[in-house]
């Protein structure tokens, strides 16, 4: 058996997301499909986050096994890429990692980033790859509430009604606020996310910068989701890396 480390970029536009499913194509399903016509088998893949229809990656890092003739990773690269050269899907690296490497459960950190058109003028060349905000948004107060979200908390307003997380306890690390131009880009990290966390922040915070009166401190202490705002669309978020300790491949 050869453990394959590979890391995807992908876009999630017509995706129903990273997991497999019979509502339509998935980026675990494309990968499976492009793997089985090179090597005859159907292994699953695993990834470091599941991410949702919609969302985005520029560096998803999975892993999958081959047994029997087990192609270097170079070929392994190329015949990925030839199947799924019509698909959203690309493959920027392949290893090979041990064997006992799990993309999933050895990550130690998952990196975001969400990305706001904040102009008047309607979306067109960046259409499905950011939220569209055509108000003007206070930089300063959505910086200043974020800092309250840093650290370890409850973050149970914060996660989606669906999520299967047996804890709502997550560590933050990360959160910063930056503009460029018309842009204004949200970067988060931390181990884990709960289901929606960085899209329910994302969109409270939003509230914020428009002047709606939401206080961190409440939606901590509410306990409900109802407390926080509105969930930011897919469109805006990307999975950007997954980090490991330097024995994990």
């Not at 470091?48 to 047994?67: E, I, K, S």
């Not at 309250?148 to 306890?169: V, W």
């Not at 018309?182 to 996310?193: C, K, T, V, Y």
Request: net charge neutral.
């Amino acid at each position: 058996m050869t453990r394959y480390k590979v890391t995807l970029e992908y876009d999630g536009t017509n995706l129903i997301g990273w997991q497999e499913n019979r509502q339509g194509p998935s980026v675990q399903s494309l990968m499976k499909d492009a793997i089985e016509k090179f090597s005859a088998s159907r292994p699953d893949v695993v990834a470091a986050g599941r991410t949702d229809a919609g969302v985005h990656a520029t560096a998803m890092v999975a892993h999958f096994d081959l047994f029997g003739s087990e192609p270097d990773a170079d070929t392994v690269m190329r015949a990925l890429n030839f199947y799924l050269s019509d698909k959203p899907v690309s493959v920027l690296k392949c290893e090979v990692a041990s064997n006992d490497f799990n993309a999933r459960f050895d990550c130690v950190a998952r990196h975001y980033k969400y990305i706001v058109l904040n102009r008047r003028a309607p979306v067109v060349l960046q259409k499905n790859r950011v939220y569209w905000v055509p108000r003007p948004l206070n930089i300063d107060a959505m910086k200043s509430a974020a800092q309250k979200l840093l650290g370890n908390h409850d973050f149970t307003s914060f996660r989606a009604s669906e999520c299967q997380a047996k804890s709502p306890i997550k560590t933050l690390d990360k959160i910063e606020i930056t503009q460029s131009g018309d842009e204004i880009i949200f970067e988060f990290s931390a181990r884990s996310f709960l289901h929606h966390m960085v899209r329910n922040i994302v969109g409270t915070l939003i509230e914020i910068g428009l002047g709606k009166p939401y206080d961190i401190d409440a939606i901590f202490a509410a306990h409900d989701r109802s407390a926080a705002g509105p969930t930011a669309p897919a469109a805006g978020l990307y999975f950007i890396r997954a980090d490991y300790d330097s024995n994990d491949d």
